[in-house]
């Protein structure tokens, strides 16, 4: 009887756990639509997205697309161009000229798909597409011509470029992050209490100026909670949640760049990428497939009377020769009529970088200088 009545008392406790978990996932606030991350940022504000999913973090810049004016310059990319902001083309650059919609690890046929899906809401930018391809020297030649699953299915679903096989796969793969979200202790956290993404949005110096207003017990409280659940909880506590400069590092300005004013303090480690060949994520094969993805794009841009230019960043290193750019020299050659600024053999010094594979401030300047001298921009 004993054991009975701890199996029904465990199956109680367990299907209240789930309907609880449930009900916390119903809650998460849904970033996609959430209309403030960036039209309603100004001067030195931020949107903290630490405590968002990677998902979440892209969704964010799938939602700035669907709900807000396109800028006359987009830059469509991944992380390594994530500090790329609206400074380096000047102090007196306007709000809505340029949108770094950098997103995760896209690759070149996320980055077509993305392009598609903009062009089927009329949302391309005004005159040019900047296309940021993944240094094959950084990651060993990976997140360049294969998807990662970084858009969400209904993206690539109605971009409609891939095969009804691998659009049945992404969206099991989907269905299972919705499934590891839902009992994620993170996730359940956010749900259960952070329905108030506002908070997300603050500047900086209100910290300074709401810290002397706080009680004093409450001001201990906040200080006290572990950074996890000030994060999860941030509804409850006000925007007092993130005035921790730890909870700075990577947020987003108002042109969808991160700020390097919080960017943890770091030091650029000289060949930092692995170029191991039994690890490559590039083949001789994938020449064509590149070049393919690249002129897709292109003929987009072209379609619509959009300029496209493509960039190949280069990342901290003194050795630029690997059989991986070999596979990139091979497919730009097999590629008619592109703009395409190869940064790949740039050396340069240790202050045009934040770490081995993020460009700064430094490196954007003088990218803008060389577009300029395309004549597109």
């Known amino acids: 009887m004993t054991t009975r009545r701890y199996l029904i008392t465990f199956s109680i406790v367990l299907a209240l756990g789930a309907v609880l978990a449930i009900y916390a996932a119903s809650r998460l606030t ?26 979440q973090m892209g969704e964010i810049k799938i939602g700035h ?26 102090p007196e650059t306007p709000a809505d000229y340029f ?24 949302k391309l930018p005004g005159d040019v597409i900047l296309i940021q391809m993944t240094t094959p020297n950084n990651d060993n030649g990976h997140h360049i011509v294969n998807y990662n699953g970084e858009l969400p299915s209904d993206v690539i679903e109605r971009a409609a470029t891939v095969a ?34 506002d908070n997300r949005v603050f500047d900086p110096a209100e910290c300074q100026n709401s810290a002397t207003g706080l009680g004093g017990l409450r001001r201990k409280i906040i200080e006290r909670l572990p950074l996890s659940i000030r994060l999860n909880m941030s509804s409850l506590l006000d925007k007092t949640a993130f005035c921790d400069r730890r909870l700075w590092a990577n947020s ?15 030091q650029p480690k000289l060949n930092a990428g692995s170029k191991d060949p039994t690890q490559a994520g590039l083949s001789v094969g994938d020449s064509e497939r590149i070049a393919g993805f690249m002129q897709e794009i292109d003929d987009l841009g072209r379609r619509k009377g959009k300029a496209v ?18 596979i990139v020299d091979n497919a730009l050659a097999r590629t008619k009529g592109l703009t395409v600024i190869d940064h790949r053999r740039l050396t340069l010094p240790a ?9 700064t401030v430094p490196y954007f300047r003088l990218l803008v200088d060389e577009l300029r001298r395309t004549g597109k921009l």
């Open 309 to 326: 230019i493509f960039v190949i960043p280069p990342v901290y290193e003194s050795e630029h020769e690997s059989a991986l750019n070999g």
């Open 351 to 359: 202050q045009y970088f934040h770490t081995f594979d993020h460009p």
């Open 30 to 55: 849904d970033v996609r639509h959430y209309p403030s991350a960036f039209s309603n940022l100004s001067g030195d504000q931020l949107f903290v997205v630490n405590g968002l999913t990677r998902k």
């Open 99 to 122: 949108f770094n919609f950098w997103y995760a690890n896209l690759t070149l046929p996320e980055l077509r798909d993305l392009l598609i899906y903009m062009e089927k809401l009329d």
């Open 164 to 197: 009804p096989v691998d659009r049945l796969y992404r969206l099991i793969l989907d269905t299972d992050f919705r499934i590891r979200r839902t009992f994620d202790y993170s996730g359940f956290l956010f749900g259960l209490f952070a329905s108030n993404m």
């Open 252 to 266: 987003l300005r108002f042109d969808g760049s991160v700020s390097t004013a919080y960017a943890p303090v770091a």
């Open 65 to 90: 697309i669907e709900n807000n004016e396109s800028p006359r310059v987009a830059l469509m990319g991944n992380h390594q161009f994530m500090m790329f902001g609206s400074e380096a083309f000047g």
